[in-house]
Every structure is written in structure tokens, then in C-alpha cells.
């Protein structure tokens, strides 16, 4: 998906939500029943009843590995449902050397067709740089998680460098694409930290887990961190997938990723 | 596998050797066919032509999830097949916040059956540790890899700690575990740093990569990296796999991988 598309769906359904498939196949509501189908039929629930309200998707790779070869046939048959229209995000958090990165891009953006894979920047630029090599779609780079241990070695200051490990990933990995492929993970825990990283990436879109269960602020996250293109996409998974544990869970859901929604739409307004 | 019992395994055949299963699909012999099946069919004949000479092999995921579930399966099937004398690593590389790593320590620990799991250590100690918490299963976490951009991050001087961010990731999280379930990587091609590494963590097996294609010296590892108890798994994916791209591939193979245990024996044998 190219950049403008995607801000072109964000003033569309003034909305800059994502909604994160972390499907537990022990969460499920019982009434749709056990194992790999159950987990299928309960995605296909909750993305149809949650298109207008989202512009991306973002499906966490380890539950469904979990389930083993079955559990990665409902990745592959999610993100087959999911429309072009939305953007469609693999936390897959990869990263290795060159040869075996190309095996993994071409795993989520060829066998599979998502927009966006998550990565790990510890082993640096060739451990990145296939990814960028596939017209209109997007490295998604890890910078400042939003998980308490963030702080062991991602927040490190640096000896010949000004600031920390996380600000020199983003300075660094930003001159090896551009901000029409290239994002940054960047947790809304942290929220405060944004205003940095606005100063090393201001055009670049960020990608932000951490509001819903792990407690990070919606609006917090707006004021440090959008800029003139909204150049946002926050990630809520638990708090929306999991409103509802009954048969109404695709409503239960609808309506948490409803409020989500409102309250972007306001903030969008506002800054308009 | 207890850390005693790898080292029984290393002196009884006199040899450290890991054979990397990193099967790209399009590199295999044409008279084994094509696709998942063929690929499958090469990794038993592989494992089964070389079981005498090494005592782990690794399976690279990025090689079998480019070939969607039905690769996934394949990686199954492999896991399966290789008997539970050998250490079998899940070179994966993975590294999440702690509600997803345990869906992939549950992917590769429970529903397949590895011993180990290659890990980033960038979001720290709560990226691992769930990992830690498998009886007799191992977490081997990054640390100094074999490419050429590990220079980016990897190697960059701390401002209030000793030495370098790899040094940092060794010291730190070798607190975390122990040395009977945490290994580290540290590449082949920068031998000479195994020095330090030594001093950090002197009593914990190490995984090096990077001899074979990659260019790295077993004799310079050894001299390097090598401990009392060996504390080494030398890995070579692409030297054995690919030795041969007839129908002899497994006799070829066989015969790469035993050139790498006869250096081995005599570095073991020179040692006692």
C-alpha cells in the first residue's frame, strides 16, 4: 500500500486504528467451538464487524505458530479476508542476515500478501534491507517497545553517539529507506519519549502498541506523537478482541473499536 | 537436553558440529521433485546420511514459512525425524513482550519439539525469560552475529557500562538463566572477539554461524571460543547441505560434514 492511500484512509474514516489479531485459541468464545476453524471463524467475525471503523490490521504471528502448521493456515486465510482497503501488518518481529531475510519477505509479502512486516533492528541494515526492496510495501521497525524490560538495553546511552540505542535505530534505519516504506514501533507506555522521536523522524508514519490492557493514553500518545499527515497507527488487540467472551463478541468488539474510533475522529477534527 | 547431556553426545563422537537445515526449495535436486514433499524428502535423507557426525542440527523457520503452511508442516515433519540424542534448534529469532512469547515458546517448545529457540535480546529480559521457564530447554540469545552489519548497533560503546552493546546483551542476560539453558551467537567471522566473550560468559556454550559459505575459521573459533567442557556448536548450513545438487547430494553431504567432524576430533583430541 502506498503512503497516500493509507492517510487517504485515515481522513475516510477519520480513524487511525488498528486492531490486533492476537487470537487466543483458549479465548475464545465457546460457542464457536475448538482448535484452528474457531480461531478462523472468530477473525472473520470480528474484522467484518469492524471494517468502517479501522484502517489496519495487525496479526500476531506467535498465536497462531502456537498452533502449529493448522494454527499458520488461519494466518494465511485471515489475511486472505482481510480487503485491500485496510493496511495489513504481520508482527512477525523477524530479523536475520540477508539470505534468509529474503526467505522471510518473501513468506509474508509474496506466499502471503500482507503490506507490512515487524522487525527487530539489533542486526542492522542487511537484516532490514530486503524488505524494503518490494515495491509499496513496509519495513516496520522496532525502536522504543512498550514492555517494562524496553528499559535493559533500548533505552542505553550511547558513548560516541548523542542519546540512546533506540533514538540512534531510528536515525541510523531511516536513511536506509524512506517515509513512504519505513515506519517505527513505538510504545504508547512511553508516550513522552514521542516528542524525541518526532525530532528524528518527523515525517514517518509510527506504529503504537500499548493502549487497551498494557494502559498506555490514547490522547497522550495524539499530542506527542501525530504530526501534519496523522502519521499514526495505534494498535489496540486484547481490549477490542476480547470486549465480549460471549456469542456477541464480534458486537462487543464493534462497539469497543467504536469508541476507539470517536475518540480519534475528535482528535482529528481538532488538529483540522 | 541437560546440558551433560550434550557434552556426553559432543565426546562421544568427537564433534560439535550443528548442520543448518536452511532448505530453500529451489536448490534441491531435481530428481527429489518439487515443493513441500521434496523438500521434506531432502531433510531425512540429509539427517539420515549424517547423524554419526554432529550432534544438533538447526532449522532455519524463515526457509520453511516462505513456503506457507505447507512449509510450516514440512518443518513439522523434520523436527520429528531427527532423533532425540541430537539438540534441535528452532533458528527463529524471535523476541516479543512477554504475552507472546509464551505462544512461541509454546509453538516451539510444546507443539513442536525443539530444544532450543535463537532469540533477539533487543526488548530484554521479559522477551526471554518466558523461554527460561521450559525445563531442559534453551534460550540462545543474539549476541555478536556473523554479518556485515552487526557493526550498526551490535558493536556500539556504552556510555555508563563497559564495552559494547553485545557485551552488555551477554552480561545482562546471562543473569537471566543460567548456563544450562541460555546459550549466546556469536559469528564465526569476528573469531578474534570470542576473547571477550570468553571473559563474560566463560562457562556457557556458545552457537557460532558463519563457517562454510559465510568464509569464518573452525581452527581460529576453537582457539578463540573453545572451554574446558568445549562449550561450542559450530554451525555450517549452506558447505554440507549444498555439497552436492545430484541425486549423490546426501553422500555429498555426508562427506562435507565429515571433513568438519575429522578437524573436530583433532581439535578435541589435541585438547585431552
Same mark, same amino acid.
Given at each position: 500500500?502506498?503512503?497516500?492511500?493509507?492517510?487517504?484512509?485515515?481522513?475516510?474514516?477519520?480513524?487511525?486504528?488498528?486492531?490486533?489479531?492476537?487470537?487466543?485459541?483458549?479465548?475464545?468464545?465457546?460457542?464457536?467451538?475448538?482448535?484452528?476453524?474457531?480461531?478462523?471463524?472468530?477473525?472473520?467475525?470480528?474484522?467484518?464487524?469492524?471494517?468502517?471503523?479501522?484502517?489496519?490490521?495487525?496479526?500476531?504471528?506467535?498465536?497462531?505458530?502456537?498452533?502449529?502448521?493448522?494454527?499458520?493456515?488461519?494466518?494465511?486465510?485471515?489475511?486472505?479476508?482481510?480487503?485491500?482497503?485496510?493496511?495489513?501488518?504481520?508482527?512477525?518481529?523477524?530479523?536475520?542476515?540477508?539470505?534468509?531475510?529474503?526467505?522471510?519477505?518473501?513468506?509474508?509479502?509474496?506466499?502471503?500478501?500482507?503490506?507490512?512486516?515487524?522487525?527487530?533492528?539489533?542486526?542492522?541494515?542487511?537484516?532490514?534491507?530486503?524488505?524494503?526492496?518490494?515495491?509499496?510495501?513496509?519495513?516496520?521497525?522496532?525502536?522504543?517497545?512498550?514492555?517494562?524490560?524496553?528499559?535493559?538495553? @533500548?533505552?542505553? @546511552?550511547?558513548?560516541?553517539?548523542?542519546?540512546?540505542?533506540?533514538?540512534?535505530?531510528?536515525?541510523?534505519?531511516?536513511?536506509?529507506?524512506?517515509?513512504?516504506?519505513?515506519?517505527?514501533?513505538?510504545?504508547?507506555?512511553?508516550?513522552?519519549?514521542?516528542?524525541?522521536?518526532?525530532?528524528?523522524?518527523?515525517?514517518?508514519?509510527?506504529?503504537?502498541?500499548?493502549?487497551?490492557?498494557?494502559?498506555?493514553?490514547? @490522547?497522550?500518545?495524539?499530542?506527542?506523537?501525530?504530526?501534519?499527515?496523522?502519521?499514526?497507527?495505534?494498535?489496540?488487540?486484547?481490549?477490542?478482541?476480547?470486549?465480549?467472551?460471549?456469542?456477541?463478541?464480534?458486537?462487543?468488539?464493534?462497539?469497543?473499536?467504536?469508541?476507539?474510533?470517536?475518540?480519534?475522529?475528535?482528535?482529528?477534527?481538532?488538529?483540522?
Amino acid at each position: 500500500m502506498k503512503k497516500e492511500k493509507l492517510i487517504e484512509q485515515i481522513r475516510q474514516k477519520e480513524s487511525f486504528l488498528c486492531i490486533g489479531l492476537d487470537t487466543d485459541a483458549t479465548l475464545i468464545p465457546k460457542s464457536l467451538g475448538k482448535g484452528p476453524e474457531a480461531m478462523l471463524a472468530f477473525n472473520k467475525a470480528m474484522i467484518d464487524a469492524t471494517l468502517d471503523l479501522c484502517v489496519s490490521y495487525k496479526i500476531n504471528t506467535a498465536f497462531y505458530e502456537a498452533m502449529g502448521s493448522e494454527g499458520w493456515k488461519v494466518m494465511e486465510k485471515t489475511v486472505a479476508h482481510i480487503p485491500e482497503s485496510h493496511f495489513r501488518i504481520a508482527d512477525a518481529k523477524r530479523g536475520d542476515i540477508g539470505n534468509t531475510t529474503q526467505q522471510y519477505a518473501r513468506a509474508f509479502f509474496e506466499t502471503m500478501n500482507f503490506d507490512a512486516v515487524t522487525l527487530h533492528p539489533y542486526m542492522g541494515r542487511d537484516s532490514i534491507e530486503p524488505f524494503l526492496n518490494h515495491p509499496d510495501k513496509w519495513a516496520i521497525i522496532l525502536a522504543l517497545t512498550s514492555n517494562p524490560s524496553a528499559e535493559d538495553f @533500548e533505552t542505553m @546511552e550511547l558513548r560516541h553517539q548523542e542519546g540512546r540505542l533506540y533514538e540512534q535505530v531510528i536515525q541510523k534505519s531511516a536513511t536506509w529507506g524512506n517515509t513512504g516504506n519505513t515506519m517505527f514501533v513505538t510504545g504508547a507506555t512511553r508516550a513522552e519519549e514521542l516528542t524525541h522521536i518526532r525530532k528524528l523522524a518527523p515525517d514517518h508514519f509510527l506504529l503504537v502498541p500499548g493502549v487497551g490492557t498494557q494502559g498506555g493514553s490514547l @490522547e497522550d500518545v495524539w499530542k506527542y506523537g501525530s504530526n501534519k499527515e496523522c502519521g499514526l497507527l495505534v494498535n489496540v488487540s486484547r481490549a477490542i478482541i476480547y470486549a465480549g467472551n460471549d456469542s456477541d463478541f464480534a458486537e462487543k468488539g464493534r462497539s469497543a473499536a467504536q469508541g476507539y474510533q470517536t475518540n480519534m475522529q475528535s482528535l482529528l477534527r481538532h488538529q483540522a
